[in-house]
């Protein structure tokens, strides 16, 4: 195999690395929460119709690993109340964490690759050192921060360590620390809550399209059924 065809497979592989630790696998009744900003979130349900050993896979952002990401329960409830536990703000330590994230997706899932197709290797080496390095700084920031996430420090420790040595996971560390966070949310209070316009027109699709498979999950309990089919009749109205 020639060292361009090397390169190329190693490229390649850096990018699904990340691709993959991004992606998340959601059971029932699970959804990914992402900060977009004060007052504002998405909610992602994944692919509803495909589910591999019985979980949704879900992939977010992949541009944006420095939004904090929460994977929450949630529970079909009538009326506009938010329902949810807890949403943490983003303040400044956070921010920093999130622009680490952001800057190692740049350098290694994004420059480092780009110069091994290039052929331009000893840039490569120095992307790899700079990736090492911005990938210690977040980590020793998770570290020392760990009780904000609900962490003791040494599990902080051992998920700091899995992130600098499998360098492409580095950019999904702070969306692992918020994933130790356990959310539960009333639907469809909580993705209507959002005060973006466009994050409320996407979920009510996506959560219409998801109670139409809940329909059938849900056959066995009428009480379920009614709950179901009340919301389903409330977004064919407003359509």
């Known amino acids: 195999m020639t060292n361009d065809r090397l390169e190329l497979l190693l490229a390649i592989g850096i990018v699904l690395v990340y691709l993959l630790d991004s992606m998340r696998l959601l059971g029932h009744r699970e959804v990914l929460v992402e900060r977009l900003a004060p007052c504002r979130w998405q909610l992602s349900f994944g692919l509803v119709r495909i589910e591999l050993l019985g979980r949704r896979p879900a992939l977010p952002n992949p541009l944006r690993p420095d939004r904090m990401l929460w994977l929450a329960h949630w529970r079909l409830a009538e009326g506009a109340g938010a329902g949810v536990t807890a949403m943490p703000a983003a303040d400044g330590w956070t921010r920093a964490m999130g622009g680490l994230c952001l800057a190692l997706l740049f350098v290694v899932v994004v420059l480092a ?127």
């Open 113 to 239: 690759p780009a110069m091994l197709l290039l052929g331009e290797n000893l840039y490569f080496a120095m992307a790899i050192g700079l990736g090492y390095l911005l990938a210690l700084s977040d980590a020793s920031l998770f570290v020392l921060r760990a009780a904000d996430f609900g962490l003791k420090r040494r599990t902080a420790f051992g998920m700091s360590v899995i992130s600098v040595l499998c360098l492409p996971c580095a950019p999904n560390l702070m969306r692992a620390a918020c994933g130790s966070r356990a959310m539960e949310v009333e639907l469809p209070g909580f993705g209507e809550g959002s005060a973006g316009e466009r994050e409320r027109k996407r979920f009510a699709g996506r959560f219409s399209s998801l109670l139409r498979h809940e329909s059938w999950l849900s056959s066995g309990d009428p009480g379920q059924q009614a709950a179901i089919k009340n919301a389903l009749r409330r977004y064919e109205v407003d359509s």
